[in-house]
């Protein structure tokens, strides 16, 4: 059975830190990518950032870079968004996400799997 699995997510007032974390099971690790997403009511789902399960390499949205990163941890196939500097704009749902293949994708329709979803709120 296919499963993603986040958490970490809460409230916290803007500047703060928080780290999300994306348990996959079910799935094989070979020659794919994980990533974020997030979304706010009203707009399609935005990329954050993935990561090449094998090589790493990765990639970030504008709006995140140099405050959010994210890391792999593959023995316990976990996937991780650190975020930092956090900031009002930044509340979302913020999904994991999978997608077979090694090359990082920005729209949302490339990802195979995703999670539930946890809810970042940060006030100002």
């Known amino acids: 059975q296919v499963q993603l699995a986040e958490s970490g997510g809460g409230l916290l007032q803007a500047g703060g830190s928080l780290r999300l974390s994306c348990a996959a099971s079910?799935?094989?690790?070979?020659?794919?990518?994980l990533g974020w997403f997030r979304q706010v009511p009203g707009k399609e789902r935005e990329f954050v950032a993935a990561?090449?399960?094998?090589?790493?390499?990765?990639r970030y949205a504008d709006s995140v870079k140099g405050r959010f990163a994210i890391s792999r941890d593959r023995a316990k196939n976990t996937v991780y968004l650190q975020m930092d500097r956090l900031k009002p704009e930044d509340t979302a749902v913020y999904y994991c996400a999978y997608k077979r293949g090694s090359s990082i994708s920005l729209s949302e329709r490339e990802y195979d799997y995703w999670g539930q979803g946890t809810q970042v709120t940060v006030s100002s």
């Open positions: 990561v090449r399960w094998g090589l790493g390499s990765p």
């Open positions: 079910g799935l094989t690790f070979s020659n794919v990518v």
